[in-house]
């Protein structure tokens, strides 16, 4: 049995992925629930407490269960496993992506140093990768964390782009353009 504090923030979710963050208020969030708008301030102080769990247990979730597609395969596959993970993530919740990854908000993580501490539970799968692949000469010795900010901003301005409507491929068209184009990427900093 879920406690009311985590029903309430799978009801924020749930408002988010399907409408957005600016939908997201207390009222709608309490009514969901079943209880007063009132009765959620005992269990988070303000919306920004509230948002702040569902993103944490967000990037829990998504920690998770990225990088399991290709668990045992090569070194490169994993790298496009965790590409397709991505994509599925971005393209099956945009609202949540785009509040996740691009809108301003507090407590956001920063790179360089939120990502350096590990911090970014998601981005911290590719960062051992990188890692992983620089030790066993796929690629070439550089800045692991920078090494993965452009293996993965590429195809996050492609997924911007394709969420903003700038982009007109069907959904399998544009995940070909992304392998593509993290594919060049890769090409770029092997050894």
């Given at each position: 049995m879920k406690t009311t504090s985590e029903r309430i923030a799978e009801a924020a979710r749930d408002i988010?992925?399907?409408?957005?963050?600016?939908?997201v208020t207390m009222r709608r969030v309490a009514d969901a629930?079943?209880?007063?708008?009132?009765?959620?301030?005992?269990h988070y102080p303000n919306r920004q407490a509230l948002l702040r769990t569902v993103v944490d247990r967000t990037f829990q979730d998504l920690a998770a269960s990225?990088?399991?597609?290709?668990?045992?395969?090569?070194?490169?596959?994993?790298v496009f496993g965790l590409l397709d993970d991505f994509l599925d993530f971005a393209l099956?919740?945009?609202h949540l992506y785009t509040y996740l990854m691009t809108e301003r908000r507090e407590q956001a993580r920063r790179f360089p140093?939120?990502?350096?501490?590990?911090?970014?539970?998601?981005?911290?799968h590719l960062v051992i990768l990188v890692e992983e692949g620089m030790r066993a000469g796929h690629l070439r010795e550089d800045d692991p964390l920078e090494v993965t900010l452009a293996l993965t901003s590429s195809v996050?301005?492609?997924?911007?782009?394709?969420?903003?409507?700038?982009?007109?491929?069907?959904?399998?068209e544009f995940r070909a353009l992304c392998r593509r184009t993290a594919g060049r990427v890769l090409n770029g900093v092997k050894a």
């Open positions: 988010l992925v399907g409408e957005g963050s600016e939908a629930v079943g209880i007063t708008a009132m009765a959620i301030y005992k990225w990088g399991h597609r290709v668990a045992g395969g090569d070194w490169e596959g994993r099956g919740a945009p140093d939120d990502f350096a501490a590990g911090d970014s539970l998601a981005f911290g996050q301005g492609l997924v911007q782009l394709y969420l903003g409507g700038r982009i007109g491929l069907p959904e399998e």
